[in-house]
C-alpha cells in the first residue's frame, strides 16, 4: 500500500500567516476606508449650515456618529475666557438634564481642554487628577475623548465625546475628531461671519429707520420711540429703555421703556452713580453687564440677562443712554455687537441732536411768535382800551347822573378787560420759558388743569410784582388756594364763571375767587376748605368764605409777606 503524499508544515504555515495578515490589512483599510467616508459625510452635514446653532449642533452630532460615542457635547467659550458661554449636547435626553440642574460651566478635564489647546483622550475620565466630579444625577462617564475647537488660530470651545461603545477611543478616532475639528472650525467661522453680517443688517436697518424718522420731521418723544422699538424688534432684545439725566446729572430718568415687562420702568428715576448707564454716560463707551444689575439694583427693575448701555452723546454733551438687555440666560453681546452698538449709538446721537435743534428752532419761531402778538397786545389793544376808558370817564362827567352810573360801570369793565389782555400778554411771553416756574406759570397750569371741569374757562388777573414777591413756600400756598377754591367752584357749581385775581400790595398777597353759582348753602360747600384755614391762620393772614356782592361765592385768602418759614399743616 502506498504512502500518502505529506507536504511540509513551515511552507504552509508561513503562507497562511501571509493571507491573514493580507485579509486582516484589506479590512483596515476597509475600515479605515469607511470611516474616511464618514468624515467626508460628517464634513458636508456641518458645512451646509448658515446658522450658528445649526452648525454648532451638526458638528456634536457629526462627532458622536463618526466615533460611536454615547455622549457627545460642545462648549463655547465666553468672552472674559473663563466660563462656557454656550452648551450643546447630544445622547442625554431632558429627563438627565433636568436632574443635573446646571449644565458645565468648563471646569475640570473641560477647563483643560481649552487651557492646554491640545487633545485628551482618557480611558477612564475619574481617575484623571483634573477631573472635577460629575453633579448628582449625572450619568456615569468613563472613556474621554476632548479636542479644542479653534477659529482663525483663536480656541473658540471645546469638542468632547464620552462612553465609546467600543470601549476606548483609540488614536485614530482622536485623528478622526481632530480632523472634523478644523472643519468645525471654518463652518463655525463662516457661521459667525454669516451671522454678524445679518447683525450689521440689523443695526444697520435701525439706524435707517431714525434716520426717516427725522424726514418725517417726528418729535424727540417719537423718534426716541422708534429708536427703542427698532431695537427690541432687530437685537432679539428683551428690554429695551432710554434714559435720560436730569439737570445736575445725579440721577437718570427712564424717558421710554418697550418690551415685556416695561411698564414699571417708564418715568422711574434712580440714581446714575453705580448704574450701567451712567458709567456709558461718563465714559463716552458701550459697557456691558452679565449680573442684570443694569439699573443699580432698584426693587422695580424686572429680571434681566446680559444687558449694554449704549451712551448718546452730541460735542461732548450727554444727551443719555440706550439701555438693551436680553432676557435672563441669554447669550451674552459679541465684541461685534459691541461695535455695531457704538456705531448706532453715535448716528443716533446725531439724529437726535438734530430733532434737538428742530425743537429748539421751532420754540424760538413760537416765543417770536408770541413776543410779536404780546407787544402788539400791549401797544395797540390795550392802549385803545385804555384810551377809550378814559373817554368814557370824560363823558360821564358831563351826562346826567342817571346815565353816569352806567358810564362807570362800563369803565370797570374796560379795567378787567385791560388786566386779563395783560394776563393773556404775560402768558404769551412765558410759554416754554427754559427756567423754573414761575407762580403765574403755576397759576396758568392750575386753570388749565381744571378748565374741563368747568362749562366757562375761568379768568384769573394779576396785580403787582406776583412773581418777584411770591415765592417758595408763599407761593405753594397761594397756588394751593386756587386750586382748591377753583376746584370746588367745578364740584359744586361747574356752570358759574369763576374769576380770579391774585395781588400783592407793599405789604401782603391776596387771592380772591369769585363766582356767580348758587352761593355757598350748604355745609359740603366748606368741606374742603379747611386746610386753606390752616394755611392763612399759620402766616398770619385770613380766610374768608362766603355770598358775593351779587349772589354766588367770593373766596378771600391773604396774607403777608416775608413770612416763608412755617411748618406745614397736617
Known sequence: MAEPLAFPDAPRSALERTIDELVDRAQAVLRTQGRLRNLLAANRRIVEHLALEDTLHAVVAAAVELVDAEYGALGVIAPDGKELERFIHVGMDEEHVGRIGHLPRGNGVLGAVVQDARPIRLEHLGEDPRSAGFPEGHPPMEGFLGVPLRVRDKVYGNLYLTNPRRGHFTHEDQELVEALGATAGVAIDNARLFEESRLRERWATATADVSSALVADESIEDVLTIIADRVLAFVDAHLVSVVLPNADAEDLQVAIAVGPGAEPLRDRRYPAAGSLAGRAIDTGRVVADTTGTAFAGCEWTPPLGPTIAIPLRVAGDALGALVVARAPGGPVFADAELGMADEFGRQTSVALAVARGRRDRRRLELAEDRSRIARDLHDHVIQRLFGSGLALQATAQRVPEDLR????????????????????????????????????????????ELRPALSRPPRITFTGPVDIDVTGALAHDVVAAVRESVANVARHAPGAECRVEVAVTDDAVQVVVEDDGPGPGSSERRSGTANLAARATMRGGRYELGPGVDGGTIVIWAAPLGRTERKEPR
Open 405 to 448: 352810573d352806567h358810564l362807570e360801570e362800563q369803565v370797570s369793565a374796560i379795567d378787567a378787560a385791560i388786566a386779563e389782555v395783560r394776563t393773556a400778554v404775560f402768558a404769551l411771553g412765558s410759554s416754554d420759558r427754559p427756567t423754573a416756574r414761575s407762580t403765574r406759570d403755576r397759576l396758568l397750569d392750575v386753570l388749565a
